[in-house]
């Protein structure tokens, strides 16, 4: 087992290592800002902080994966996380933020992912919220996502696949 000072780094290109192509790795930090729709299916890390920015949308598509200690989410109009590409690959969009998940969106999806280490903190603001059950039965994850919202006033559906 790794010792604690290089638990993350060693996580982070453990994860980085299974993607082959679409690999944006930041050592201090990753930082990325688009203009319009920002699109994942590889592989996003640091060792210390994954900030995104959109002034449209964000979708992380499966296989995709998140990994860095904080991560940090903002598009104006959607962020989805799991919902494009879920159908044709074996594995859900992979999240690791084992300190913090920040997500702020007039809209989020949220479908097929998978939390590698649970979040310390998480905080959703977003006027809808849209949680896609991947499978018949309602994932546990959804309870958790729900329990981050910040505002009372946000509208939450669930839909089947």
Request: hydrophobic share 40%.
């Amino acid at each position: 087992m790794a010792s604690n000072a290089n638990f993350i780094p060693d996580t982070v290109n453990s994860l980085m290592s299974e993607y082959s192509g679409g690999v944006m790795l930041g050592r201090i930090s990753l930082e990325v800002a688009a203009r319009d729709t920002l699109k994942n299916n590889g592989f996003m890390g640091s060792y210390n902080v994954v900030f995104l920015t959109s002034r449209d949308s964000i979708e992380h598509e499966a296989p995709g994966c998140i990994a860095a200690p904080l991560v940090n989410m903002f598009a104006k109009d959607k962020l989805s996380l799991g919902v494009a590409g879920q159908g044709s690959q074996p594995v859900p969009v992979r999240i690791f933020a084992p300190a913090q998940l920040t997500l702020t969106s007039q809209h989020l999806s949220v479908g097929d992912i998978k939390f590698l280490e649970e979040p310390k903190s998480g905080f959703l603001s977003c006027k809808k919220l849209t949680l896609i059950k991947p499978t018949e039965d309602e994932p546990v994850y959804f309870d958790l996502i729900k329990s981050w919202v910040i505002d009372d006033e946000t509208q939450i559906e669930i839909l089947k696949r």
